[in-house]
């Protein structure tokens, strides 16, 4: 373990890295990788490649993600989600809209936070949510 003390560290902070998005057969996979570090199990050339591109991968995702322009576009983004979010509560409109049109909301502001943007489709939604409560605004 004395060899690999480093990658057991970075490992295990990767794991516990909330931000950092890992579907679960790749959690899997880094946590065996950590658990065979820990365990002294031999590591193998293939299992030392395997961790350090696991390192490798986290390591480029944080520089990309903490891109100061990408920051700032990520709160501009969020921002107007959240305007709408505010727009919704407020609007006329029965419960059952206002449920599905939040929760829609908070599925792309998650969707934001975790790739940094908005799909077209999202885009368009979200202009004819905002058209929509504009027009009942005007007709109330």
Do not use: C
């Not at 579907?23 to 990788?33: A, I, R």
């Amino acid at each position: 373990m004395d060899k690999f003390k480093k990658q057991h560290q970075q490992l295990s902070y990767i794991i516990s890295d909330g931000d950092y998005y890992m579907n679960d057969g790749y959690k899997e996979f880094v946590h065996s990788m950590t658990n065979a570090i820990s365990g002294g199990r031999t590591i193998t050339p293939k299992m030392e490649s395997a961790i350090q591109k696991i390192i490798d991968g986290y390591v480029k995702w944080r520089k990309e993600n903490d891109d100061p322009k990408r920051v700032e576009k990520i709160q501009s983004i969020e921002e107007k989600i959240t305007k709408l979010m505010f727009l919704v509560k407020e609007a006329d409109g029965t419960d059952k809209w206002k449920d599905s049109s939040l929760s829609f909301l908070t599925s792309v502001l998650k969707g934001v936070k975790r790739y940094g943007r908005v799909t077209p489709k999202q885009k368009e939604a979200l202009n004819k949510m905002y058209h929509k409560i504009k027009i009942y605004e005007k007709n109330s």
